[in-house]
């Protein structure tokens, strides 16, 4: 019996020896910021997000630009309106002020929402040449350096975003 149990004791460990090394590992590691940073749809994509944020601001101009000469022009004949028009005056610049802390907001979640759907694709063709770098190259694991997360790079992973800038032809 100690020979049948010594025995199944030396094949449980060949068999997990072999299963080890079946399971290596293999990690490479990426700055997605330099792939974004060459990408030549990003050019576009500023420009068209300059542009936007370019016509926010305009507009948010020309509402303060009202809102100074409305309250100038009650400032100025304050002492010459009737009770009635001085609360008109003053509701209307209340009014105006809302509505531009208002803008201000919606100008925030509107820039952020027109850059997500600009971005998207983009970040998108990426994810995929990465995946397609991982799976061609048979990577376990491909870790992006431009995160933060990455602690340390060791002597045995690989840069592949030389592969991946291959792939996407850049």
């Known amino acids: 019996m100690k020979i049948l149990t010594k025995l199944f004791l030396v094949i449980a460990l060949v ?27 990003r050019d576009t994509i500023e420009n068209k997000l300059v542009r936007f944020e370019k016509q926010l ?44 802390q208002d803008f201000q907001q919606n100008a925030d979640v509107d820039y952020s929402e027109r850059r997500n759907e600009l971005l998207t694709p983009l970040i998108d063709k990426v994810k995929k040449a990465i995946e397609d770098v991982g799976s061609e190259n048979g990577y376990t694991y491909i870790i992006d350096a431009a995160t933060g997360v990455l602690l340390h790079i060791g002597t045995g ?14």
Request: aromatic share 4%; net charge negative; no cysteine.
């Open 57 to 100: 601001e305009n507009e948010l101009r020309a509402m303060a630009t009202e809102y100074q000469t409305k309250l100038t022009d009650y400032q100025n004949n304050l002492a010459a309106m009737s009770n009635l028009i001085r609360q008109s005056k003053e509701k209307e610049l209340t009014d105006l002020q809302t509505r531009i």
């Open 157 to 170: 992973a690989d840069d592949v975003t030389p592969k991946v800038k291959t792939k996407l032809g850049i």
């Open 15 to 41: 068999g997990l020896g072999s299963f080890a090394q079946a399971q290596t590992l293999k990690i490479g590691y990426i700055d997605s910021n330099e792939i974004m940073g060459m990408m030549p749809e």
